[in-house]
């Protein structure tokens, strides 16, 4: 088995992703005979529903669905509503009379695990849906993740015989896929596991560019055991120390969206299940779905940062994952995203502070264009352009952002303009509000 780059470099600010590799590796042919079709799924924060109706769980379900994604992983904690939004949210996957599927995934940074009698709350979630139409089942079982719990013993000897008591023991038949944060070459002592969910291969933990080196580690080290991967579109957290604490981003250069998909779609045949990071994560940024909900007290850097614009390029990113060919394009179009406010600018009302790794972005517009057949490509903000020729299929570019600007896109074809499209909100600001390192998003229609 190989790994194979989907990619090659045009000029130092363009890079082509060439459809016809996808086929021309031989990933084409394999999926013809693979079992089974790769799998992708969003981790929805149930901590932040406790505004939802049921109608609102439904239009979350309907919106998912018709852009590629087969199931919710419902991140549930320890506040006494939550249960109650599970609960909806199934209530309105079935009244939606889709194939969307629901599971649960146990954040075990709040609910307790110290005792025997944590495992009630826990075997509670896998009774009540077991039998539930829209319970994502796998092998027959019922699949069920965790955030974290490598630490949880149940009151048992070890943390594997706590989690063989609370997932494996008087309930159901699970197959237990959890995020333990521990080294690949332990997975071996938790026999409980039927295969393991890499939360941080989303995003690059360094200065360096996106890779599937973390992925390969955890596929070697699972053997004959499944996999999921994470897909992250970005990261960044801007709480104080008299809040959560967490003040940092992880590096979403290099187009990071684009090059995971392309990285996960080369390798799909190694990875059964990916986990969209997030649909609703305000506080972390990494959030696709629409702003609602109750946000944990992220509004300073998420309200007017919508994510929706990058929906239409993972559907694209996804029919390619799932059925090894990117789908035929039937319209131009352009997904833009951008920080913006200058690495290095400062914010003296601020009183956060910039983030930690903030030095490990540079100040870049991010561009990607979907194409029905060759055309010329530029992208402006103010005087700053980058004009190319671009073939059919999926181009990556990108413009450096320096002064104050309005960000543009302009596709031309011959003497027809395709697109033309200059968000009204996408401005560069050299003087920034606040340390916001949080992505503007936006896609032409």
């Not at 505004?51 to 669905?65: E, P, Q, R």
């Not at 990261?235 to 250069?253: A, E, L, P, Q």
């Not at 290099?254 to 994560?281: C, G, H, M, Y």
């Not at 509004?299 to 940062?305: L, Y």
Request: proline residues 6%.
């Amino acid at each position: 088995m190989f790994a194979v780059s989907l990619s090659c470099f045009a000029t130092p600010d363009v890079e082509i992703a060439r459809e016809d590799d996808l086929a021309g590796t031989g990933l084409a042919e394999r999926a013809t005979t693979n079992t089974t079709t790769p799998i992708v799924f969003a981790h929805h924060i149930v901590g932040n529903t406790y505004n939802y109706t049921t109608s609102i769980w439904a239009k979350d379900i309907a919106l998912a669905a018709s852009k590629g994604i087969s199931a919710f992983a419902l991140n549930v904690g320890s506040d006494s509503w939550e249960p109650q939004q599970v609960a909806n949210a199934y209530a309105a996957a079935k009244s939606n009379n889709t194939n969307f599927k629901l599971f649960v995934s146990l954040d075990m940074t709040s609910l307790p695990c110290s005792s025997a009698s944590n495992i009630a709350s826990v075997q509670s979630y896998i009774k009540s849906y077991a039998s539930h139409p829209n319970q994502f089942l796998y092998n027959g079982k019922v699949f069920l993740s965790t955030f974290s719990g490598e630490s949880c013993k149940f009151g048992a000897s070890s943390v594997n015989q706590g989690w063989i008591n609370a997932v494996k023991t008087n309930v159901p038949s699970v197959y237990f896929v959890p995020s333990f944060f521990v080294a690949p070459n332990t997975f071996s002592t938790y026999s409980v596991i039927d295969g393991m969910f890499n939360w941080n291969s989303g995003w690059p933990m360094g200065n360096y560019s996106s890779n599937f080196t973390s992925d390969a580690q955890y596929i070697s080290a699972l053997g004959s055991k499944s996999y999921m991967a994470a897909q992250s579109p970005w990261f960044f957290t801007h709480y104080g120390v008299n809040s959560y604490n967490k003040n940092f981003i992880y590096r979403g250069d290099d187009w990071l969206f684009s090059q995971r998909w392309e990285t996960l779609i080369a390798n799909r045949t190694k990875v059964p299940f990916t986990e969209v990071v997030s649909w609703n994560d305000y506080g972390e940024s990494h959030y696709i779905g629409p702003i609602e909900g109750q946000q944990p007290n992220s509004q300073a850097w998420v309200n007017g940062f919508d994510h929706q614009g990058w929906f239409d390029l993972m559907t694209y990113y996804i029919t390619a994952y799932q059925t090894g060919k990117y789908p035929t394009i039937s319209k131009d179009r352009v997904f833009l995203w951008a920080r913006l406010y200058p690495v290095n600018a400062t914010a003296p009302l601020d009183t956060v502070g910039k983030p930690t790794n903030y030095q490990l972005t540079q100040d870049y517009l991010w561009g990607v264009t979907l194409l029905m057949s060759p055309a010329n490509v530029t992208l402006s903000c103010g005087s700053t352009t980058n004009k190319t020729l671009a073939p059919a299929g999926l181009t990556k570019f990108k413009l450096p952002l320096s002064t104050n600007c309005s960000v543009t896109a302009v596709v031309v074809r011959g003497t027809n303009t395709t697109v033309n499209f200059a968000p009204p909100s996408f401005k560069f600001n050299t003087k920034p509000p606040s340390y916001n390192f949080n992505a503007f998003v936006a896609a032409s229609p």
